[in-house]
């Protein structure tokens, strides 16, 4: 079945939505986390603790069912392109593996690719690019991609949006904790171009977000960044601080009212409603404060034109649209967020 070409130079183009996977039995839960952990030396019982929080809920991780919403979304956003959407996990499946196949089957030769992940970083953006580059082996597809879209008008537009509405139901004394992934203190050095773009990135959406507060809701309210799921050996320095050890913190300073606001992730996955509903919320029960956990963007309407705005911008190669800051290279500069521990081709990449 062929499709109309989309791209405006006699590419085949398609979009393919890249992510992180997830298991969705019991049996897939100890095989999935140990992809995830393969040569980073977790412990054994560490694994065993998280996969706990999978079998709590039947072995099931919410990410691939709300990357199919997503999905299905981003289809019918881009179906008047004449752009097919694909979808491949680096984790479980959908395999890229399989996309991939299925893209060469069905005629595609140049492929967008739209990772769920918006930051700078080795886990957030060279790693799914190194996957793609084993994944793509063989394949007569040329792969190009969004840049991390942090700053763009749709991420900043949802975020905003559901922060406002949450903000809209707390007293005047809350504090506002925006909480992303932890990584290593080395990974975060190294990450986007020019080095410490994790943290930079994050704490440029926050500004933004309470500035824009400040300005529609005429609240001041005080905010930090903070960091959670930590999952490397405790010899090895990763972001801090825990939001965990903040809440308490924050406890005996007399706060009593926390908003918690995860910009750092896009679907309410498996670290978001274990790490932060389950056991942020019960350190703040414990501690006496309210908790108010903002949604992530899901699959937000003007998120969602966001990525669509983006994949025709590299389609046609222009720059995406920015709020704040200049949007991100693409293909990356080269040697981005580099691999600590070992050298892998990865595709999506400037030569020099």
């Not at 992940?117 to 080795?122: K, T, V």
């Not at 082996?137 to 991609?145: E, F, H, I, T, W």
């Not at 960044?225 to 825990?242: C, I, K, N, T």
């Amino acid at each position: 079945r062929r499709r109309r070409t989309s791209g405006h130079d006699g590419h085949m183009d398609a979009v393919l939505l890249v992510s992180f996977g997830g298991p969705e039995s019991v049996e897939e839960v100890m095989p999935f986390l140990r992809r995830v952990t393969a040569g980073r030396n977790v412990p054994e019982e560490r694994l065993l603790s998280v996969a706990e929080h999978y079998y709590a809920r039947d072995g099931v991780s919410p990410i691939n069912a709300q990357n199919r919403v997503l999905l299905a979304a981003l289809r019918a956003e881009l179906a008047s392109d004449g752009l097919a959407v694909y979808w491949g996990n680096r984790n479980s499946a959908p395999w890229l593996t399989d996309a991939f196949e299925q893209m060469r089957a069905d005629g595609v030769d140049r492929v967008i690719a739209v990772f769920t992940s918006a930051y700078s970083s080795y886990s957030g953006c060279r790693q799914y690019r190194e996957n793609l580059a084993e994944a793509a082996a063989g394949a007569p597809v040329d792969v190009v991609k969004i840049p991390a879209y942090y700053n763009h008008p749709g991420f900043v537009a949802a975020n905003l949006e559901h922060l406002e509405k949450t903000l809209a139901e707390v007293g005047e004394g809350a504090h506002v904790l925006f909480t992303t992934h932890s990584i290593p203190d080395a990974m975060a050095d190294t990450s986007g171009p020019g080095g410490g773009q994790y943290v930079t990135q994050h704490l440029a959406l926050a500004e933004h977000l309470m500035s824009q507060i400040a300005v529609r809701a005429g609240r001041d309210l005080p905010w930090e960044l903070v960091f959670q799921s930590r999952s490397g050996p405790p010899q090895v320095p990763w972001l801090e601080p825990d939001i965990n050890d903040r809440i308490e913190e924050l406890a005996a300073d007399g706060v009593r009212e926390v908003v918690v606001a995860p910009i750092g992730f896009v679907s309410d996955h498996m670290e978001v409603v274990q790490d932060l509903d389950t056991e942020a919320r019960a350190t703040a029960d414990g501690c006496g404060l309210r908790f108010h956990r903002v949604p992530t963007v899901g699959d937000h309407p003007a998120f969602v034109r966001g990525l669509a705005q983006s994949v025709r911008s590299v389609r046609d190669g222009h720059a995406p649209q920015t709020v704040f800051g200049t949007p991100l290279p693409t293909p990356c500069v080269a040697g981005c967020c580099p691999n600590a521990r070992v050298q892998r081709p990865a595709l999506c990449e400037a030569t020099s």
